[in-house]
């Protein structure tokens, strides 16, 4: 394939920019692979949280919705018309934006599962217009190392299903979301699983030897899409069992650090940090719970801790990244795919309705044995990181063709 003579223009895609430190997670790195291997490429986003992508990322960014320009009350029939035509203008507007571009990358998370609650005519329907436009104009889009899941509305499963269909290039975070993928009816022969994206990230500096600091990653966790009606009983009951186990580890003498993913979880850890004090009054607590906005910041706030308890997916993600054992309290397949990788399958636990008393018992064996599976740990997530790398570089040929010898370095869109 022969170098192009005018500097690609690249597009990426996504829940980006909105407050889950994960997605924009998986954005960073396959930016810093697009700036290392094309720094000719010229980019810019079609995202959720445009003023954030561009603050922090240096990129240019456009609204995924039009809805969000209107600033108008969300309830009421004036919203929902309008409401309504934007949905119909952001079917021009995708396509305009699309036929930019030599390429377009979604990159990563679970853009193909509802996992968490979800409406067909939000992100699914967004997705199939880029797709769908993609097929219009030419534009190559490509879906790169996405998860998937058991989808049961029926329309929001065949926005996803069309999506997948229509996109040029398609490659999984796991087998599971590969197989998720064939069971809808996608032809997905030949397409690569190759891991969550955030494993391509740059590795923090730990400290030498064990600090006695366990990290806890708390969610506001509630259910998926077909639990709205026990949404309340799922989360008391998951913070009940989260606040009893740091209350245990205070109890014993350990210095808990608290995470999040999402700004969502902000108000989980306040809770929890209240009830804790509540139950201990006049006691000072070995707690901590730092400011996180971003994938570095938790990486930092991480790179110090034994052990990792986390929910949140890119909690567990970014833990195992960094050789951490680690304990999953599982709302989805995903977090189980990933802890099965790792050689951690033993250390799951249901989110929904956690049993404290076995939480508890799985913690100690994490512990115990936290020496060697840390070592089993770092050698798999080593291996994820090379084989991402080694699939970006790949892609970035197929899409954009080959390097030129020397180009000038353009990093956003005109």
Known sequence: ???????????????????????????????????????????????SGPEHVTEHYGVPATP??????????????????????GKVVDAGRTLAWVRRHDAVVVPGTGVLEATLPVRPWGFPYALFLLCLSGRLTGTRVALLDVGAEVIDSATTRAMVRWAARLAHHRSFR??????VVRDMGVDVR???????????????????????????????WS???????????????????????????????????????????????????????ADRPGRELSVEAGSIRSL???????????????????????????????????????????????????????????????????FAELEARREQLGRVVAARAAAAADRL???LSGLCRDLLGERPAAVPRIDSAA
């Not at 969000?68 to 929902?80: C, K, Q, V, W």
């Not at 796991?174 to 197989?179: L, Q």
């Open 1 to 47: 394939m022969t170098p192009r003579s005018t500097p690609p223009r690249v597009g990426l895609f996504g829940l980006l920019g909105g407050g889950n430190i994960g997605n924009d997670g998986s954005m960073e790195a396959v930016l810093a692979h697009l700036r290392a291997e094309r720094p000719d490429a010229v980019l810019d986003c079609f995202c």
């Open 296 to 362: 570095d910041d938790l990486v930092r706030q991480m790179s110090d801790v034994d052990t990792v308890v986390a929910t949140r997916y890119h909690n567990i993600v970014a833990a195992l990244r960094l050789g951490k054992p680690t304990l999953a309290l599982s709302y989805s397949p995903k977090s189980d795919a990933v802890m099965a990788e790792m050689g951690l399958a033993e250390f799951c636990h249901p989110a929904h309705f956690p049993d404290p008393d076995r939480l508890a018992a799985q």
């Open 223 to 277: 259910g998926g899409s077909g639990d709205r009606r026990r949404a309340q009983e799922i989360h008391d009951s998951y913070l009940a069992t989260m606040t009893d186990f740091v209350g245990r580890l205070v109890d014993d003498g350990r210095r808990v650090r608290l995470f999040v993913g999402d700004a969502l979880d902000d108000a989980v850890v306040a809770r929890v940090l209240a009830d804790l004090r």
């Open 174 to 179: 796991d087998e599971h979301s590969r197989r």
């Open 389 to 391: 790398h080694r699939q």
């Open 64 to 85: 995924m919705h039009q809805w969000a320009s209107y600033r108008l009350e969300r309830r009421g029939p004036a919203a929902a018309a309008l409401k309504a035509l």
């Open 190 to 220: 030949g397409d690569e699983v190759g891991a969550d994206l955030t494993f391509a990230l740059p590795l923090a500096v730990a400290p030498a030897g064990p600090t006695g600091i366990v990290g806890v990653g708390l969610m506001a």
